[in-house]
């Protein structure tokens, strides 16, 4: 028998060292933060810093039965984009693809050579990075992206910003982790479909 497929599968694109897998935790808890089930799990290549990295992470209403690995994805996050090309890798008719891009949707969408039946969202995740956390590190940017190009449905901006206190909280400065906040909300305005 086959599980039931009432949860959404997204896919994390980044290097070593991004915090993609860091992403699809606070992901993960932002879906529990509104009572819903999630899984996060990483898939690491060579492991050193830079190399590419792969994070995924599902959220459903109700509990998940399966653990495989993720190769049909809902949604397509790219945090590093030197690794855009590997969005489309995939990912589901009516899928949406958000991506850390300098490039204008339209370019990229073109450069990607997209269906139209893929939506593309773009942001300058790591220009937000910069600006507002001091590094170029746009994983939080890019689930406040994210949450903007699912129109909240998948997880709520509050509840991804419970989430990120909860999982940066630990690790990091109350400073360091404001300023991941200031990301995420500063991502969730700019990031244009395309």
Known sequence: MMPKKDFVEIRMHGRGGQGAWTASIILAQAA???GKYSQSFPEFGPERSGAP????????????????????????????????????VGVKENGKIIAASAKSPEELRRA??????????????????????GIAIANTAMLGAFVRATDGKVV??????????????????????????????????EVKKG
């Open 32 to 34: 529990l933060v509104e």
């Open 53 to 88: 990295v792969t994070a995924y992470a599902r959220i459903g209403p109700s509990p998940i039965d399966i653990h495989a690995g993720i190769t049909n994805p809902d949604y397509v996050i790219v945090i590093d984009p030197t690794l855009v090309h590997m969005a489309t």
């Open 112 to 133: 990607l050579n997209l269906s139209d039946s893929i939506e593309l969202w773009v942001v300058d995740g790591v220009r937000i990075a910069i600006e507002t956390i």
């Open 156 to 189: 709520s901006l509050d509840a991804l910003i419970k989430a990120t206190r909860n999982v940066l909280g630990p690790r990091l400065s109350e400073e360091a982790v404001n300023k991941n906040i200031q990301a995420i909300k500063r991502a969730y305005e």
